[in-house]
């Protein structure tokens, strides 16, 4: 034991000093999220008793150390284990009740519990500081942090050799030099042709093409390989699918509790759209606009309005408020790389971005109507004449039950004034105004709106001198039992010599003598009755009413005046709706909306926005608090990227404003962030380590020269997304081997200056499109809605083409690191888990494709076993095994029956199809 003790001593404190460690360091995603969720609940629930104030038990919840700490009782969490923590406790109402006022909603008291069990992720000081005002560090960040600099287009450094291919070579090859590092070897042609295949289409070269290029002599062979490429219509699939991580692509809403179908009708329009921009070259910047404008400058049926599912395909949330924060986030962290969401309840805490800045934003997106205009001719599909016909008598069922439904609110508006009234004046309980003989209604029938209308009337109009309504406004003031007890004296008033009182409403009481408040509305019943018959004999026209003459004509005036309770307007139809009437009228607009994504024929539209009417500046939500309204703050662009002369937008919401500033010469960011993502995608590793994040947190890129090189590259060509790919292509920098060296790993061990090519795992959809290609079953066609092609039998559609739902994406795709379309996603995850290696071996799909790769040759008898499997491994892999490869495979294979055999070139065909070879690229 002697022996023991002290390692394991010291191997105790090692653990806990690294988890000490641990908990200090937390990664920019954590930061955000305790920014956004974490914070503002601290603010508005917390600080005001456990703060720098006041401190309830002894307990502080402004600082991270604080927390730790804990009050007079002990530690208030237990890092990493919320359900052992006494705040957790306290905020659920298990043990005390905080906060006293009312328990947090339950996102607020999730986001807390999150934050436990994620360690406190906490900023970088340890106690509150005072941030320095926004003017100075708007002034600050403009003159000092590199990527808010003006782009430079900076001279190619001179480099020694005959390396270098192009500009982007003597960048990469002078910054090496500086480390003392030389390039690698060119790689083999074919690995360069399989690298260049799968970087811009997402599939694998045939043999065919391997060959060909393999034994091209022409200096340019390279070149034509990547314009051939480039003009596959494949290659917007790749690189339409990059940017839909962007867009955080999904044909679904999410989670809506609406009792409707959740799928968007049209999000796979938007899809095309994207795909189709890419495979047309359309200009990185006129993409920008088409995506955040297209409805300023393009017509019903051009297809660029498709774009503006950028802002319509989000998640669609319960607050309308985080579906604007989600519309902002896609914008600005997609586009400029910045978190501009951070300062939705504060100040951003590190970027100069404030609340002005960011409700600035929240005006120009939040005053959108959501439309969906055709994007081609509306009788496209030869089908369209059966898809309207069945949509026709959809809809006219719909109209039909809202129709029954409004007519059935109206008649009883105009009818039923006993059952109405008596429930606005009385003050007894429903189940004891249900025993009233004069009732006409079951209680379980009467409409509540209805109510809240005659109560809303009583309210604005009743008055205890009105000539009409001053006996109900007494009985209400006095309630059931008060009137009857001075009814005789009551009814002496209104019914002698001096009453001013409409002459048929005295007449009514002094005819009944009601001495209760039952009998007094029923006499009311009684008069307003013949009015309400007039206004329904008349459809429910006013005009009808108003020809009425005598005592009738005062009694009509002021019942269908301005707060009428009998004359609805449309929203108090809606909401005098029972909820069964609800769920029907949701049943039938969920048959149209299934028809319009289901049916052939459905005309080409597109989900789209449009400005509202009447557009106004934005008022500040104090903490995110849309019920706490501030300054109004004009509609205008990020101030570290905008001028001071810069006006605010006036036109419209101010989207082709803010548009135009995105794209601008002088916005250092735009341009910056997306040859960042062109180069990740060939790279396997971004110039610029965080692609979502270029603000004050973001580390400068390694080679930023080169950085402002590429930027220069695409806005002086046209912005041209196709010849940025051919140029970085063409580079030897690009060419490069992917083998290891030692000697420059321990120089540039995380490859930051590109000293070799960076080996990298395919994304889920290269991976199953690719088993797909080399099987034979690729259906490669463009366009058209989701399919789901994770149900038997498999359709064999490229992947972008498969549905994604939103709030139930498959653990499949997650295994395999498919951003989640919640958020905009701007680089993906690189994960080894057991799933993905249980998914190669037995899923049926895998297996399929291995039989049907096998299929092609396995009856040939004229083919030795040596020459099947060439020919799989060059499907496959686009070469020939190794000796090897071959003795391995073909003693398994013959030490079989002939029935077993072909069992066994199935297996063989899986393992060469799920191997690294095929699984990475080099």
Same mark, same amino acid.
């Given at each position: 034991?002697?022996?023991?003790?002290?390692?394991?001593?010291?191997?105790?404190?090692?653990?806990?000093?690294?988890?000490?460690?641990?908990?200090?360091?937390?990664?920019?995603?954590? #930061?955000?999220?305790?920014?956004?969720?974490?914070?503002?609940?601290?603010?508005?629930?917390?600080?005001?008793?456990?703060?720098?104030?006041?401190?309830?038990?002894?307990?502080?919840?402004?600082?991270?150390?604080?927390?730790?700490?804990?009050?007079?009782?002990?530690?208030?969490?237990?890092?990493?284990?919320?359900?052992?923590?006494?705040?957790?406790?306290?905020?659920?109402?298990?043990?005390?009740?905080?906060?006293?006022?009312?328990?947090?909603?339950?996102?607020? *008291?999730?986001?807390?519990?999150?934050?436990?069990?994620?360690?406190?992720?906490?900023?970088?000081?340890?106690?509150?500081?005072?941030?320095?005002?926004?003017?100075?560090?708007?002034?600050?960040?403009?003159?000092?942090?590199?990527?808010?600099?003006? *782009?430079?287009?900076?001279?190619?450094?001179?480099?020694?050799?005959?390396?270098?291919?192009?500009?982007?070579?003597?960048?990469?090859?002078?910054?090496?030099?500086?480390?003392?590092?030389?390039?690698?070897?060119?790689?083999?042609?074919?690995?360069?042709?399989?690298?260049?295949?799968?970087? @811009?289409?997402?599939?694998?070269?045939?043999?065919?093409?391997?060959?060909?290029?393999?034994?091209?002599?022409?200096?340019?062979?390279?070149?034509? +390989?990547?314009?051939?490429?480039?003009?596959?219509?494949?290659?917007?699939?790749?690189?339409?699918?990059?940017?839909?991580?962007?867009?955080?692509?999904?044909?679904?809403?999410?989670?809506?509790?609406?009792?409707?179908?959740?799928?968007?009708?049209?999000?796979?329009?938007?899809?095309?759209?994207?795909?189709?921009?890419?495979?047309?070259?359309?200009?990185?910047?006129?993409?920008?606009?088409?995506?955040?404008?297209?409805?300023?400058?393009?017509?019903?049926?051009?297809?660029?309005?498709?774009?503006?599912? @950028?802002?319509?395909?989000?998640?669609?949330?319960?607050?309308?408020?985080?579906?604007?924060?989600?519309?902002?986030?896609?914008?600005?962290?997609?586009?400029?790389?910045?978190?501009?969401?951070?300062?939705?309840?504060?100040?951003?805490?590190?970027?100069?971005?404030?609340?002005?800045?960011?409700?600035?934003?929240?005006?120009?997106?939040?005053?959108?109507?959501?439309?969906?205009?055709? +994007?081609?001719?509306?009788?496209?599909?030869?089908?369209?004449?059966?898809?309207?016909?069945?949509?026709?008598?959809?809809?006219?069922?719909?109209?039909?039950?809202?129709?029954?439904?409004?007519?059935?609110?109206?008649?009883?508006?105009?009818?039923?004034?006993?059952?109405?009234?008596?429930?606005?004046?009385?003050?007894?309980?429903?189940?004891?105004?249900?025993?009233?003989?004069?009732?006409?209604?079951?209680?379980?029938? *009467?409409?509540?709106?209805?109510?809240?209308?005659?109560?809303?009337?009583?309210?604005?109009?009743?008055?205890?001198?009105?000539?009409?309504?001053?006996?109900?406004?007494?009985?209400?003031?006095?309630?059931?039992?008060?009137?009857?007890?001075?009814?005789?004296?009551?009814?002496?008033?209104?019914?002698?010599?001096?009453?001013? @009182?409409?002459?048929?409403?005295?007449?009514?009481?002094?005819?009944?003598?009601?001495?209760?408040?039952?009998?007094? +509305?029923?006499?009311?019943?009684?008069?307003?009755?013949?009015?309400?018959?007039?206004?329904?004999?008349?459809?429910?026209?006013?005009?009808? +009413?108003?020809?009425?003459?005598?005592?009738?004509?005062?009694?009509?005036?002021?019942?269908?005046?301005?707060?009428?309770?009998?004359?609805?307007?449309?929203?108090?139809?809606?909401?005098?709706?029972?909820?069964?009437?609800?769920?029907?009228?949701?049943?039938?607009?969920?048959?149209?909306?299934?028809?319009?994504?289901?049916?052939?024929?459905?005309?080409?539209?597109?989900?789209?926005?449009?400005?509202?009417?009447?557009?106004?500046?934005?008022?500040?939500?104090?903490?995110?608090?849309?019920?706490?309204?501030?300054?109004?703050?004009?509609?205008?662009? *990020?101030?570290?990227?905008?001028?001071?002369?810069?006006?605010a937008y006036k036109n419209g919401s101010g989207r082709l404003e803010l548009a135009e500033d995105i794209v601008a010469d002088d916005n250092p960011l735009t341009s910056r962030v997306m040859v960042n993502r062109v180069w990740m995608g060939h790279f396997d590793q971004p110039l610029v380590l965080t692609p979502g994040d270029f603000g004050i947190r973001s580390d400068a890129p390694a080679l930023p020269l080169l950085l402002d090189h590429l930027a220069t590259y695409l806005r002086?060509?046209?912005?041209?997304?196709?010849?940025?790919?051919?140029? #970085?292509?063409?580079?030897?920098?690009?060419?490069?081997?992917?083998?290891?060296?030692?000697?420059?790993?321990?120089?540039?061990?995380?490859?930051?200056?590109?000293?070799?090519?960076?080996?990298?795992?395919?994304?889920?959809?290269?991976?199953?499109?690719?088993? @797909?290609?080399?099987?034979?079953?690729?259906?490669?066609?463009?366009?058209?809605?989701?399919?789901?092609?994770?149900?038997?039998?498999?359709?064999?559609?490229?992947?972008?083409?498969?549905?994604?739902?939103?709030?139930?994406?498959?653990?499949?795709?997650?295994?395999?690191?498919?951003?989640?379309?919640?958020?905009?996603?701007?680089?993906?995850?690189?994960?080894?888990?057991?799933?993905?290696?249980?998914?190669?071996?037995?899923?049926?799909?895998?297996?399929?494709?291995?039989?049907?790769?096998?299929?092609?040759?396995?009856?040939?008898?004229?083919?030795?076993?040596?020459?099947?499997?060439?020919?799989?491994?060059?499907?496959?892999?686009?070469?020939?095994?190794?000796?090897?490869?071959?003795?391995?495979?073909?003693?398994?294979?013959?030490?079989?029956?002939?029935?077993?055999?072909?069992?066994?070139?199935?297996?063989?065909?899986?393992?060469?199809?799920?191997?690294?070879?095929?699984?990475?690229?080099?």
């Open positions: 034991m002697r022996t023991f003790a002290l390692p394991l001593v010291l191997f105790v404190l090692f653990i806990l000093t690294a988890q000490v460690s641990a908990e200090d360091k937390f990664s920019p995603e954590h #930061i955000e999220f305790f920014e956004k969720s974490v914070r503002p609940v601290l603010m508005k629930r917390c600080v005001e008793c456990h703060g720098p104030e006041k401190q309830e038990s002894g307990l502080r919840l402004d600082a991270r150390s604080a927390v730790v700490k804990g009050g007079d009782s002990g530690a208030s969490v237990v890092v990493g284990k919320p359900e052992e923590s006494d705040l957790i406790q306290a905020i659920r109402y298990e043990t005390l009740e905080m906060p006293p006022s009312g328990q947090m909603p339950a996102e607020e *008291i999730a986001a807390i519990e999150q934050w436990v069990k994620l360690g406190l992720p906490w900023p970088e000081e340890s106690e509150p500081l005072q941030p320095a005002s926004f003017d100075q560090r708007l002034v600050d960040d403009k003159q000092h942090h590199w990527a808010y600099q003006p *782009i430079e287009n900076p001279p190619a450094p001179k480099v020694e050799g005959d390396w270098a291919a192009n500009d982007i070579d003597h960048f990469v090859q002078n910054r090496l030099a500086e480390k003392g590092i030389v390039p690698s070897e060119k790689t083999d042609r074919r690995t360069l042709i399989r690298r260049a295949t799968f970087d @811009l289409t997402g599939l694998p070269p045939t043999p065919e093409e391997v060959e060909a290029f393999v034994n091209d002599k022409d200096p340019n062979a390279f070149e034509k +390989v990547i314009d051939r490429l480039l003009a596959s219509d494949q290659y917007g699939v790749k690189w339409g699918r990059v940017w839909l991580d962007v867009a955080r692509y999904s044909d679904t809403r999410g989670y809506l509790n609406d009792g409707q179908d959740r799928r968007f009708p049209y999000a796979h329009a938007y899809r095309d759209y994207v795909i189709d921009s890419f495979n047309r070259d359309t200009p990185y910047d006129e993409f920008l606009k088409e995506q955040i404008a297209a409805d300023y400058f393009a017509e019903e049926g051009d297809r660029r309005l498709a774009g503006l599912g @950028l802002i319509r395909i989000g998640r669609q949330f319960l607050k309308h408020q985080d579906t604007i924060d989600d519309r902002i986030d896609v914008v600005t962290r997609g586009v400029l790389g910045l978190t501009v969401t951070c300062a939705r309840c504060h100040d951003h805490k590190y970027d100069a971005i404030n609340m002005a800045d960011y409700y600035g934003l929240y005006g120009v997106f939040d005053q959108l109507n959501e439309t969906m205009p055709l +994007v081609g001719p509306i009788d496209a599909d030869p089908k369209y004449p059966e898809f309207k016909k069945k949509l026709d008598e959809l809809q006219a069922e719909l109209d039909q039950h809202m129709a029954k439904v409004d007519r059935a609110v109206q008649l009883e508006a105009s009818t039923n004034f006993f059952d109405l009234i008596v429930r606005a004046v009385s003050k007894k309980q429903d189940v004891e105004i249900a025993k009233f003989e004069q009732n006409e209604l079951d209680s379980k029938n *009467i409409r509540p709106h209805l109510v809240n209308q005659w109560k809303t009337f009583a309210d604005r109009e009743w008055k205890p001198d009105h000539p009409i309504w001053g006996p109900l406004f007494k009985a209400r003031e006095l309630g059931d039992d008060e009137y009857a007890s001075q009814a005789e004296a009551l009814l002496a008033d209104w019914t002698g010599e001096q009453s001013k @009182l409409n002459p048929a409403i005295r007449d009514a009481l002094k005819a009944s003598q009601p001495k209760t408040l039952p009998a007094l +509305v029923d006499a009311y019943d009684e008069v307003l009755k013949p009015i309400g018959q007039v206004y329904r004999d008349a459809d429910f026209n006013k005009e009808a +009413v108003n020809k009425l003459e005598g005592p009738q004509e005062e009694i009509a005036k002021s019942l269908f005046g301005r707060f009428s309770p009998v004359a609805l307007n449309a929203n108090d139809i809606a909401r005098s709706y029972f909820t069964s009437d609800r769920n029907h009228q949701k049943k039938l607009e969920g048959k149209i909306r299934g028809h319009e994504i289901d049916a052939a024929g459905s005309p080409p539209r597109a989900m789209a926005v449009v400005d509202r009417d009447n557009i106004h500046d934005p008022q500040i939500f104090l903490r995110g608090d849309p019920g706490r309204r501030g300054d109004r703050v004009p509609r205008q662009f *990020i101030r570290v990227l905008n001028d001071e002369s810069d006006d002086t060509n046209d912005w041209s997304i196709k010849k940025l790919h051919k140029y #970085i292509m063409l580079s030897s920098t690009y060419q490069q081997s992917s083998k290891d060296r030692p000697d420059a790993r321990a120089k540039d061990p995380e490859n930051r200056l590109f000293w070799r090519m960076n080996r990298r795992r395919l994304s889920f959809e290269e991976m199953r499109d690719g088993m @797909l290609k080399v099987s034979g079953a690729l259906d490669d066609s463009l366009g058209g809605r989701a399919v789901k092609i994770l149900e038997v039998p498999n359709p064999p559609r490229r992947t972008v083409y498969g549905f994604v739902d939103r709030q139930d994406l498959p653990n499949l795709y997650r295994a395999f690191d498919y951003p989640s379309p919640d958020a905009m996603s701007p680089e993906r995850s690189k994960t080894s888990v057991p799933q993905q290696a249980l998914y190669l071996l037995n899923s049926p799909f895998v297996q399929r494709q291995a039989q049907w790769l096998t299929e092609k040759w396995k009856e040939d008898k004229s083919l030795s076993d040596q020459q099947r499997l060439e020919r799989l491994f060059q499907a496959v892999l686009q070469r020939n095994p190794t000796e090897h490869e071959s003795e391995m495979f073909l003693k398994y294979v013959e030490s079989s029956t002939d029935e077993e055999k072909w069992n066994k070139w199935d297996s063989v065909a899986q393992v060469v199809m799920v191997s690294n070879d095929f699984m990475f690229v080099d």
